[in-house]
Nanobody, 119 residues
Framework: QVQLVESGGGLVQPGGSLRLSCAASGSFFSINNMGWYRQTPGKQRELVAGISSGGRTNLVDSVKGRFAISRDNAKNTVYLQMNSLKPEDTAVYYC?????????????WGQGIQVTVSS
């Protein structure tokens, strides 16, 4: 199996910053697209940011100019740098990756990590 270990969440005041990390380990040939989603109770899970194996990125409009996604392929890790945080950014954030196992591509989810933005 592939394990995704998330870290970096917590409580921060509005305007503050956090950096989320997601490290993949286990059995896989390669990692393809990686991304971050977020979800609050009663709402659908939302794609926040994605990054391809070649480094192409996309961000949801609400976080453009504030968040940045990056990856370190040598460490099998994806990051989400979150600056100028707002209360509406409060959510459980989930790491999501696509990985090759054998001849097939599978997708995997992290356990979710809480980000709370409040004064």
């Amino acid at each position: 199996q592939v394990q995704l270990v998330e870290s970096g969440g917590g409580l921060v005041q509005p305007g503050g910053s956090l950096r989320l990390s997601c490290a993949a380990s286990g059995s896989f040939f390669s990692i393809n697209n990686m991304g971050w989603y977020r979800q609050t109770p009663g709402k659908q899970r939302e794609l926040v940011a994605g990054i391809s194996s070649g480094g192409r990125t996309n961000l949801v409009d609400s976080v453009k100019g504030r968040f940045a996604i990056s990856r370190d392929n040598a460490k099998n890790t994806v990051y989400l740098q979150m600056n100028s945080l707002k209360p509406e950014d409060t959510a459980v954030y989930y790491c999501h990756v696509y990985a090759m196992n054998g001849l097939r591509e599978y997708d995997y989810w992290g356990q979710g990590i809480q980000v709370t933005v409040s004064s």
